[in-house]
T-cell receptor, first 111, second 114 residues
Framework: GNSVTQMEGPVTLSEEAFLTINCTYT??????LFWYVQYPGEGLQLLLK?????DKGSNKGFEATYRKETTSFHLEKGSVQVSDSAVYFC??????????FGPGTRLSVLP | NAGVTQTPEFQVLKTGQSMTLQCAQD?????MSWYRQDPGMGLRLIHY???????DQGEVPNGYNVSRSTTEDFPLRLLSAAPSQTSVYFC?????????????FGPGTRLTVT
């Protein structure tokens, strides 16, 4: 079946540090891949997406590249801010409209 | 547009009580779904609907019912609440945009069952 694995959190960084949150997936065929972000007390918001191999999704300084050969979609940002503190979810959609979410990674950025 | 709205924001129930979580969207999306979010487990799909009059079960449907009489509304009913249903519940809607479905989430309902 389809599944998503994310690195365990929480991740604590200082402001302006480099961020990587690992995400790997298991799926047949060619799923679409997503990163969602959840700020405290809010619902999930789409951060970025990629629909085919080697696509790079980007938004608000975050990037992730769809790597078919390693079944990965790691999230990166060159310089994090305190306002980036949130929970980040990797997700896939593989046919139909149902999504499969990873467990989430909590990021805390300290000033 | 209000997007996806959910009510109530918070709810406390006693074991055995029933209640309905409301969800509405004003974006004319055909697809709607309900998830529960538990610590360390991400979001798990409870029920979903691909259009008015059509519903189906997700990964964890037991103890919940849904109906979809209109495109806009997709209520989730807890038949007899149990402490295991303490969770945060999110409603989402989505549409097909050039083969990329994008889900829009409501703010969530935080439910505690005592």
């Amino acid at each position: 079946g389809n599944s998503v694995t994310q690195m365990e959190g929480p991740v604590t960084l200082s402001e302006e540090a480099f961020l990587t949150i690992n995400c790997t997936y298991t799926a047949t065929g060619y799923p679409s891949l997503f990163w969602y972000v959840q700020y405290p007390g809010e619902g999930l918001q789409l951060l970025l997406k990629a629909t085919k191999a080697d696509d790079k999704g980007s938004n608000k300084g975050f990037e992730a590249t769809y790597r078919k050969e390693t079944t990965s979609f790691h999230l990166e940002k060159g310089s994090v801010q305190v306002s980036d503190s949130a929970v980040y979810f990797c997700a896939l959609r593989n046919g139909g409209q149902n999504f499969v979410f990873g467990p989430g990674t909590r990021l805390s950025v300290l000033p | 547009n209000a997007g996806v709205t959910q009510t109530p924001e918070f709810q406390v129930l006693k074991t055995g009580q029933s209640m309905t979580l409301q969800c509405a969207q004003d974006m004319n999306h055909e697809y709607m779904s309900w998830y529960r979010q538990d610590p360390g487990m991400g979001l798990r799909l409870i029920h979903y609907s691909v259009g008015a009059g059509i519903t189906d079960q997700g990964e964890v449907p037991n103890g919940y019912n849904v109906s979809r009489s209109t495109t806009e509304d997709f209520p989730l009913r807890l038949l007899s609440a149990a402490p295991s249903q303490t969770s945060v519940y999110f409603c989402a809607s989505s549409y097909d945009r050039g083969k990329t479905y994008e889900q829009y989430f409501g703010p969530g309902t935080r439910l505690t069952v005592t």
